[in-house]
């Protein structure tokens, strides 16, 4: 639509500068611009002067409280970052803003704040990140105060694959409203590509906070990344297409796994990263599911789709590199049976059959739908447009940036499997196992983890837990103690299926084992006895050693499986602590969570 001169109160000049601009804005732009000239009008209506119009902005502004908290509860670095793009957006506006991990934040100030921000993950089935366990159990005990002077804002992460989707945002959300606090704006829920929507929230929360004043500034968007250190172009809106160094298989001939070792270059990036941090890998599908998905709907592999930010791409290329079409979810679902009322998905929707949806979607894939449902015919372009972009995928970095300076290594391992009478693929370890060469490219970003870091006194005792690749931060942990000159005592626990084909980095561990950078080492190889025994039954064989090197202030790191070995693992200290310090199960948990908070106990699981 075109702004006419003829019927609009705007000059020549005006109208053509409106047309040039208000065409290109986002959607955040246009949300956000709109609040401003409805803050601008509210102050215009009282006084028309531009200094009128200034000192009537005034009052309002005073009124509001100019002091924030944005507190964040994170597992892989996601709302940290986001909570900082946050201070940043308010500090602009002159507010003076605190950041804070929950797992650092002391509950009972809680009643002295006036504007809290609360920016969440969930994990796993439905559970608050670690860092954020402690706060999250305060909120909801009878300790909780009431906060009828808090006025407060949730941004909530989380991914729609999962049943209990966003699940901690909500609970924080409801919770704080139980307890008499006031909202800023709506909660907003997140999938896995965040960053429209919560660029969206920031700037709605940064209106109601009263900013929207003539000294404004310019509102965040999805892409602007917050900087530290030397500074670098890439994030995870836009990332580094980085060169394949090196792809080799880990495991011994005969092993029943593929482990690849991945070298990348970061030469020319600026890309910083510290042992801990993960690496996101934007991946591609599988070709052969690709194909046979436009096969399934009697699509036209070089016909054209528009995804939503407006590029247009061959529908095969589409499917190829942007949409998710290995994983379905409710929401998918939901959207499908709209978009073909009588295809008789609706009727997997229906209350009282939560068992069979959850049931169907675990294993299944796009092509199952299109199969199952009979979705054939449907076009392209209305398909397409229920899908959601494919997300990244994280992988801990298993390389110290000081040993291998412009290098990034990863450690992954291959998933095929067979379900529903059909073989399937990990999307990113099977296109990293089967079509990636040293030369290739590959779209990576890194992933800031603060909440899995050595500790910062190099003396300090640490014992590292990773079965499989689990091991991958340990490598770069124990790469940067042997760069650094770090003397306190190392102990890694380790175990995989088999010692002959599957002790990934043996060669490695060995040496750091004979010029003492790893002091200890206990391995578990499952399938080499009758019984089979893993990291946790080794754990307990060396309870008496273990409990003494907790005493001695010993950090604890795991890195691995969350649905089961994590837990094994969490039993096992609980266990130790226990048997070998006297405690009864509450006072083992307290001491657990009392190791949390002071960053001693950090687990990076999936």
Known sequence: MELQVTNSPFNQEQAELLNTVLPTLSPVQRIWLSGYLTALQGAVASNTSAEAVSQASLPAAASVSKEATVLFGSQTGNSSGLAKKTAKLLEDRGFQVTVTSMGDFKPNTLKKLQNLLIIVSTHGEGEPPDNAIAFHEFLHSKRAPQLEELRYSV???GDTSYEFFCQTGKDFDKRLEELGAKRIVPRVDCDVDFDEPAAEWMNRVVQELGQASASAVTPISAGSAVRSGVETEYSRTHPFHADVLENLNLNGRGSDRETRHIELSLEGSNLQYEPGDSLGIYPENHPRLVDELIDAMGWKAEESVTLKNGDVLALRDALLRHYEITVLT?????????????SGISKLLEPGKEQELRSYIEGRDLLDLV??????GVPASAFTG????IPARLYSIASSPKAFPDEVHLTVRT???ESQGRNRYGVCSVQLAE???PGDKLPVYVQHNPSFKLPENPDAPVIMIGPGTGVAPF???????EETGAEGKTWLFYGDQHFSTDFLYQVEWQRWLKEGVLTRMDVAFSRDSDQK??????????????YQWLQEGAYIYVCGDEKKMAHDVHAALGTILEQEGGLSPEQASEYLIRMQQEKRYQRDVY
Do not use: C, N, T
């Open 330 to 342: 409710k929401p998918l679902l939901e959207q499908a049976a709209q978009l073909v009322p009588d």
């Open 533 to 546: 025994v893993y990291v946790q039954h080794r754990m307990l064989e060396k309870s008496h050693d273990l």
């Open 371 to 376: 199969q199952d449902y009979s979705l054939r």
């Open 386 to 389: 229920i899908l959601r972009k």
């Open 435 to 437: 079509r990636v060469q």
């Open 415 to 417: 998933v095929r499997y």
């Open 155 to 157: 941004l909530a992460l």
């Open 475 to 481: 490598r770069a942990f124990l790469g940067e103690r």
